[in-house]
């Protein structure tokens, strides 16, 4: 079993950009892709974006698209996600979870080992 423990989630204006965080325990870090999910007020955990063991690739929400950067530094056993023109239905707590699986997945389901989530608030 891996521990994620994300931070960096806080209070932002719309248009604004913040960068969030997930550390895993262990030395296997590279050997497992990451994704990130988030849980809007009121509604089902949702995905939002994936990144493969070594980085090379990535899948987003399309709601996120264009907006969130995945990206990770397996020497710091480390996944970030980087938000970018932030919108109110954005706010969300964010959750960072690890899968086994070798391609792109977009359903909770498949994954293992979740954090506790850092909350996410973007004001309008």
């Known amino acids: 079993q891996v521990q994620l423990v994300e931070s960096g989630g806080g209070l932002v204006q719309a248009g604004g950009s913040l960068r969030v965080s997930c550390v895993a325990s262990?030395?296997?870090?590279?050997?497992?892709?990451m994704g990130w999910f988030r849980r809007p007020p009121g509604k089902e955990r949702e995905f939002v974006a994936y990144?493969?063991?070594?980085?090379?690739?990535?899948d987003y929400a399309e709601s996120v698209k264009g907006r969130f950067i995945i990206s990770r530094d397996n020497a710091k056993n480390t996944v970030y996600l980087q938000m970018n023109s932030l919108k109110p239905e954005d706010t969300a707590v964010y959750y960072c979870?690890?899968?086994?699986?070798?391609?792109?997945?977009?359903?909770?389901?498949?994954?293992?080992?979740w954090g506790q989530g850092t909350q996410v608030t973007v004001s309008s």
């Open positions: 262990g030395r296997t870090f590279n050997s497992f892709a």
């Open positions: 990144i493969s063991r070594s980085g090379e690739t990535t």
């Open positions: 979870a690890r899968t086994w699986y070798y391609t792109p997945q977009t359903t909770p389901d498949k994954y293992d080992d």
